[in-house]
């Protein structure tokens, strides 16, 4: 039908080449020339991307492969073995449900000692790992007291061959008490104050009844010893005169001067509540002696006894 609806003068002039062209004809070829010449023009930006060859493997580094995610899968997990039964457990293992309910209780558990005996050592080990660790502490202050004896006068002894016997008299022999009190002034050094009462006990004929007395010394003091240097002041009190050997009534006297110095030395073992007990001793020089017996020259002298004591001492401010 198409045939049919060309006009017939447009049939004839075709052989001739004069029919009209359309526009639409006309514009044709172009765009055929366009789509022929379209691959050349983009074939140069199109070929790099296409023939660019990979790299070379040695030049770059192989792209570390990720993991595969693990499968998930719906069987329940193992339950885990129970901590309690490992001998080796560590400390920071989660307890298990029955070892938590058991603890709730009262009772004692797999990770918990029951051995006592262990328990006391551990206790003490700790103890004294505190003790040896912990820093030496000097009291500043420390008050200490107790009995001693000293000083001793021999006196005068004489024997008789015809009597065929010996007196002895003008002795002394002090015993008595001390208070003292001792203050740090740099470590383990003291400066201490003592006061001295003592009574002649004396089982010969006595001269004085007793002496009391002061002590200014410096010292030394550490945990289990102790050395230390005196001054001493003594009085000696009562009546200075006594009955020479072979001698009838106190014709005789003995007078003592008030100046002594010491050098001493102890021991000491701490005790619970701030206290420690002392035993010490020392080597007195002095006091000076003028004895005096009729007839005979004045016999001057100067004493070397002793004094020793036995004191409990308290830490009064540490």
Request: aromatic letters at 8%; hydrophobic letters at 40%.
């Amino acid at each position: 039908m198409l045939i049919t609806m060309v006009p017939t003068w447009l049939v004839a002039l075709a052989p001739l080449g004069m029919a009209p062209v359309s526009t639409e004809a006309a514009a044709q070829p172009p765009a055929a020339e366009a789509l022929t010449e379209a691959p050349t023009i983009q074939r140069p930006t199109a070929q790099p991307v296409v023939e660019a060859s990979p790299p070379p493997a040695t030049e770059a580094p192989q792209p570390t492969p990720e993991p595969a995610p693990a499968a998930v899968t719906t069987e329940p997990a193992a339950a885990p073995a129970p901590q309690a039964a490992s001998a080796d457990a560590s400390p920071t293992t989660v307890a298990s449900p029955a070892a938590t309910a058991a603890s709730s209780t009262g009772e004692p558990t797999a990770t918990e000692s029951t051995d006592p005996a262990s328990d006391a050592a551990a206790e003490t080990v700790d103890a004294d790992d505190a003790k040896a660790k912990a820093p030496r502490q000097y009291p500043r202050l420390v008050i200490a007291g107790g009995p001693m004896i000293g000083p001793h006068a021999i006196g005068n002894e004489e024997c008789d061959s015809s009597l065929a016997r010996c007196e002895t008299r003008g002795s002394f022999f002090g015993f008595g008490g001390q208070l003292e009190v001792r203050a740090r002034i740099w470590k383990v050094l003291y400066v201490d104050v003592r006061g001295v009462l003592v009574r002649n006990v004396s089982r010969h004929e006595r001269i004085y009844n007793g002496l009391g007395g002061g002590a200014l010394g410096l010292g030394a003091y550490g945990r289990r010893a102790f050395a230390r240097a005196e001054y001493v002041y003594i009085n000696a009190f009562g009546d200075n005169r006594f009955e020479p050997p072979f001698y009838d009534g106190k014709v005789a006297t003995d007078q003592w001067g008030n100046h002594a110095g010491m050098l001493a030395a102890g021991f000491r073992q701490p005790l619970p509540k701030n206290l420690s007990a002392e035993l010490w001793g020392g080597v007195l020089f002095g006091p000076s002696s003028t004895r005096s017996i009729p007839q005979e020259e004045p016999d001057e002298r100067v004493l070397t006894t002793f004094m020793v004591g036995l004191n409990l001492a308290w830490d009064a401010w540490r």
